[in-house]
C-alpha cells in the first residue's frame, strides 16, 4: 500500500484474489476486514504490524497465523460461523472442528489461558505472538 502509515481500519473488497509479500505491513493499522470472497494470500501479509488488534475474515482459505509474525497487539480474530475452514474461540483462531489451536490472540493482557478441553493440537504459531521477546 506503499507510503500508508496513516491506515488504521482497512476493508480487503471481496474482489481481491492475490497479495503481495508484507502486503499490509502499516504500522498504525489496528484493524483488517476482509471481506467475503477475499480469497488470496500472501507472505508476512502483516509483518510488523504492532498495533494490529482485530482481524475479521469469512471465508478466507488463508492461514492467518503464518502471516501476522509481529503482531504483538493482536486482541481479537473474528471468524465468520460461516467459514468452513476456520472458527473463533474467546477471540482465538481454531480449526472449524475446534481440535486444533491455530494462533492465541496474544495482544491480550490475560495472564491465564485454558486451552479448552477437546483441543488435541496446538499448531504452530500457536502462542507464538503471546510471549514475543519484545513485548512489554
Known sequence: LGDADSIEHLTVAGSVQNFGNAAFSISSLKSVVFEEGCVGTGKQMFLGCRNLETVQFFDVPFLLGMHVDGCS?????????????????????????????????????ETEYTVPQGVTTVALPGFREAFPSDKN
Do not use: H, V, W
Open 73 to 109: 497487539g493482536l486482541l481479537s480474530i473474528n471468524i465468520s460461523d460461516d467459514n468452513p475452514y476456520y472458527r473463533t474461540i474467546d477471540g482465538s483462531m481454531y480449526s472449524k472442528n475446534g481440535k486444533t489451536l491455530i494462533m492465541y490472540a496474544g495482544g491480550k493482557q
